[in-house]
């Protein structure tokens, strides 16, 4: 059977579930950086950090710390690749569609820091670029409160 259309598919309510469990709740470190899934859907994840004093990267300036972007990024990348996964197999069962990230990692990163992160909180965005059997990449987007665009990433990851 041929996959449908990207934006066709409609995500069910278990497999979203199943993907907010793991990324909010099972990868300790998002839940350290307080990383949460806004939405989810084939074509984009968004996701919302809250800035706390943990995260503050300069003490003077209250700014949030590069890593903290970076790592942000780097998780909403591989969010992205988990949507557009379960999007190509909507075939299985939802259960059956959160097993096929065991084997994901990041290959390459790239973030450019555009401007200084200060704000009560941040939007987080990423699409895929390109879904491969192997390698899939990715485009990724850090925004202010004020939805001025703060840093910008590119990245790489293995699939399989």
Do not use: W
């Not at 903290?68 to 909403?76: E, F, H, N, T, Y």
């Not at 879904?131 to 925004?143: C, I, K, N, P």
């Amino acid at each position: 059977m041929k996959n449908p259309p990207v934006s066709a598919v409609e995500f069910e309510p278990e497999f979203i579930d199943g993907l907010k469990d793991i990324f909010e709740q099972k990868i300790l470190f998002n839940r350290l950086l307080g990383l949460k899934i806004a939405s989810v859907t084939p074509e984009q994840v968004t996701g919302r950090i809250a800035m706390k004093q943990d995260l503050v990267g300069h003490y003077a300036h209250n700014r949030i710390h590069g890593g903290v972007i970076s790592a942000g990024l780097d998780a909403m990348g591989g969010l992205a690749i988990m949507a557009a996964i379960g999007a190509r197999h909507m075939d299985e069962p939802p259960l059956q569609r959160l097993h096929r990230f065991g084997k994901l990692g990041t290959i390459d990163l790239r973030i450019d820091y555009l401007r200084p992160g200060v704000g009560d909180h941040f939007e987080l965005r990423a699409q895929v670029l390109r879904l491969g059997s192997r390698v899939a990449s990715t485009r990724m987007e850090f925004y202010g409160a004020d939805g001025q665009l703060l840093s910008s990433g590119a990245g790489a990851y293995i699939v399989s």
